[in-house]
């Protein structure tokens, strides 16, 4: 698109980092430790950007297996990192020297910062963070990198709502430039000041967001993601609806999404009922990429194929659910995707989700995959 599409994005990402109603005066904390809690994927993620800039990280794990297994990851990604020439191996023993692994809560009393990256479950939240409330220093921020959940739920387990917030990594938590900071009911001006401070000096998009379902990102996520579904109850295939979105620029749509992420991520053999089509594949145990057989089919080499199997499932599922199978042009299928997300965007602004326009674009830019050369999604709608 335009050379003005681009200057919006770029003006966006930086006016991102400033919140609205708090001013210079108010000083941020100091941040010289940070304790994470979760080796895996994302716990480990959030922990390079720390040692990344030189700040010493405890993470905490419950088993020493996980745990040795989380800095094996850590360290063979920067290894890889080497290998490319991005880092010495003198750089490398620097940030794992950083990183101090710890099976005990007690480890995390002098953090000044903690960030929680564990499972995605409300009591498991609350229990951790009522742990750390009797941990944790006074004046130390409490941080859930919850994707979907109520930060004020999480804030209410502790005796210090105001320290408490979220942060919203994206995956690989170590790559992906978006940081959502969810602002509590009672999160205090200089916490939620430090964590976009904190969010710009590891290297991160910080964006502000409100307290609801998915937050901005994945709240409009969903809404695409509802059309995505209701277009296959008329028949469209998926490939048909993941092209209308590669075409317009995503590096991926929703269904080669799914596949990637595992069809079977919060699905229960024991439970299933076959009610939904990803019930039915996870039945049939096509889980996505992970085994080979998802939405798509996928060679050794991960190279994915439309599969005449889900072709009939999905025929049979419609006339099951007494749908209407139709022609779709790719024009209506990307029109049908696109316009729930603007809608859910607007209804975002308009509840103070997210403080402007341009930082509905930050989010989608940088942790979703939107297409940059149009300046956004809010932008590319015309709401500015």
Request: one cysteine or more; glycine letters at 10%; a negative charge.
């Amino acid at each position: 698109m335009s050379d003005e599409a681009l200057a919006h994005i770029a003006a966006a990402e930086k006016k991102a980092a400033q919140v609205e109603g708090i001013g210079p005066d108010v000083a941020t904390r100091p941040v010289r430790a940070v304790g994470v809690i979760g080796a895996g994927t994302m716990g480990g993620g959030i922990s390079m950007n720390f040692a990344n800039v030189g700040i010493p990280v405890t993470i905490v794990e419950r088993e020493q297996a996980a745990l040795d297994r989380g800095l094996k990851v850590i360290r063979g990604n920067y290894e890889r990192s080497m290998q490319r020439g991005k880092l010495t191996a003198e750089q490398v023993e620097e940030r794992m020297a950083l990183l101090t692994g710890s099976l005990s809560f007690d480890d995390l009393a002098d953090a000044d910062l903690i960030i929680e990256a564990i499972f995605e479950n409300m009591d498991l939240k609350k229990e951790t963070f009522a742990k750390l409330d009797k941990v944790a220093r006074p004046g130390a921020i409490l941080a859930s990198n919850t994707s979907y959940l109520d930060v004020n739920e999480i804030a209410a387990s502790t005796s210090r709502p105001a320290d408490v917030l979220g942060m919203h990594f994206f995956s690989p938590a170590n790559v992906m430039k978006l940081l959502e900071v969810v602002r509590g009911a009672k999160t205090a001006p200089d916490v939620l000041k430090t964590a976009m401070a904190i969010g710009v000096t590891i290297g991160k998009v910080p964006v502000v967001s409100g307290v609801c379902h998915g937050f901005i990102g994945n709240r409009m996520l969903s809404a695409r993601q509802k059309e995505a579904n209701a277009l296959l109850l008329e028949g469209a295939m998926p490939w048909e609806v993941d092209r209308a979105l590669t075409d317009f620029g995503f590096p991926m749509g929703p269904f080669q999404m799914s596949d990637l992420a595992g069809l079977d991520i919060g699905w229960s053999k024991e439970t299933s009922k076959g009610e939904t089509l990803r019930d039915r594949l996870c039945e049939m145990d096509r889980r996505g990429q992970k085994n080979g057989r998802g939405f798509y089919d996928y060679g050794a080499d991960r190279s994915r194929t439309p599969s005449p199997i889900v072709e009939q499932l999905i025929c049979d599922y419609v006339a099951e659910k007494g749908g209407q199978v139709r022609e779709h042009t790719q024009d209506e299928i990307l029109n049908r995707l696109l316009q729930p997300m603007v809608e859910e965007g607007k209804k975002i602004l308009a509840e103070g989700i997210a403080q402007r326009p341009g930082d509905i674009d930050a989010v989608w830019v940088n942790g979703y995959g939107w297409p940059r050369a149009t300046g956004g999604v809010m932008y590319w709608a015309g709401v500015r």
